[in-house]
């Protein structure tokens, strides 16, 4: 009978200590007027959650809450094993381009674990500074909106971004992270505003998201490895892109990253892996497209291995970014070029292990051509246009 009474009290205690507890912003003066600051309530909310013994919540009710500048969450000593963040309302930034321009990131978590984002608008209202930067004007860089650094388990789900000024989501030296369900709205001359940017990661998994930007919908940068990247719609935007790469000469590569059934509708490229024509000992590894649909894009099938945008800061040298086992399988639809499939690799370090299967694209009604520069690998099944392998 004691031994009964111990272990219901130790249940108890169990229920009592793993009990997730709420703290709701506008507890700590949040105000959904999109006028009143309230990054200091979200602070508030935030220190209580990372004390709490228990996992804890974060609830945003409806409305615009004003984030007036730079917000940082700091995971650094935290004691509660799991945060979530559940938001029904939407953090608007100032529209002054100043009052976050030169911050490196808007919303940023640092060194945070388990970490869950759930709903909500991240408004950055980025248009200002856009018409700076297309003015030739002196603007600031611009900020990214959301970012993960040093951070590991961490989920976000059907959260909404608008109008970043630079990037919309970037995790940096991050491992075990989800993205899924978001959505991603920036005009297509939107400069800069990349949709998801990975750097030093892995572990990363996008899923069943529209994203629509300026510049690449998924850029993945060096060091990046074990990316899993499905059902994904991109458009308009510069594609999903491997790289650039190889800006550095010792820089970390890229391995193991595997697209499946996205669809691109009028981007400016599909499935691209860029590098810079310098010195470097960078690579991509293994690298698996399948399932692509095209829709009007500029260069459905691109590597560009001298890679340089408006012909600056580059030495012309042969890209030392060394480019093998790349498989496109099952990609079809229409170019809104002639060439649809191009390999312009390094001279100095040819692509190695490059496989086309059933590869079929269009250009005004019409087989699309391919053009290949020191290219090396296999081509099967369908294939129109047919292989320069």
């Given amino acids: 009978m004691v031994i009964k009474h111990i272990l219901v009290l130790l249940f108890l205690v169990f229920r009592l200590s793993s009990a997730k507890v709420t703290y709701n ?40 809450y004003l984030i007036a500048s730079a917000l940082t969450f700091s995971g650094q000593g935290c004691k509660s094993r799991a945060i979530t963040f559940n938001i029904a309302g939407t953090l608007v930034a100032p529209s002054s381009y100043n009052a976050i321009g030169n911050a490196q990131v808007w919303i940023k978590f640092y060194i945070v674990k388990n970490v869950t984002i759930n709903g909500g608008t991240l408004d950055a209202q980025g248009s200002s500074l856009w018409a700076c930067k297309t003015s030739g004007k002196a603007c600031p860089k611009g900020s990214t909106t959301l970012g993960f650094y040093h951070s590991q388990n961490i989920l976000i789900s059907k959260l909404r971004s608008l109008n970043s000024q630079m990037f919309h989501m970037l995790l940096y030296s991050c491992k075990n992270a989800k993205i899924q369900g978001v959505s991603i709205v920036a005009p297509g001359l939107s400069p800069n505003t990349d949709g998801i940017h990975l750097t030093y990661s892995t572990g990363i998994t996008i899923l069943s998201s529209k994203i629509s930007t300026g510049d690449d919908c ?33 820089e970390p590569g890229v391995q193991n990253v595997t697209v499946k059934t996205t669809t691109f509708v009028g981007t400016t490229n599909g499935l691209r892996i860029k590098a810079w024509a310098r010195s470097s000992n960078g690579f991509v590894n293994g690298v698996y497209f399948k399932g692509a649909t095209m829709m009007n894009v500029k260069f459905p099938i691109i590597i560009d291995g001298n890679y340089c945008p408006n012909n600056n800061n580059c030495p012309n040298e042969a890209s030392g970014v060394k480019i093998s086992n790349v498989m496109y399988e099952n990609v079809h639809g229409t170019s809104a070029t ?14 190695r292990g490059i496989v086309l299967k059933d590869v079929d694209l269009k250009f005004g009604g019409q087989p699309a051509n391919s053009s290949c520069s020191y290219a090396a690998g296999t081509a099967s099944g369908l294939l129109h246009p047919t292989s320069c392998l």
């Fill in 25 to 64: 912003v506008q507890s700590f003066g949040a105000k959904p007027d999109g006028r009143s600051d309230s990054k200091n309530a979200f602070l508030k909310a935030w220190t209580l959650s990372c004390n709490s013994t228990s996992p804890a919540s974060i609830y945003v009710p409806a409305g615009r």
């Fill in 218 to 250: 998924v850029s993945i940068g060096p060091g990046n490895s074990n990316i899993w990247i499905e059902k994904v719609v991109c458009g308009p935007g510069h594609g999903i892109s491997i790289g650039s790469l190889g800006w550095e000469r010792e």
């Fill in 338 to 351: 002639r060439v649809a499939v191009k390999f312009d690799c390094s001279k100095g370090n040819p692509c």
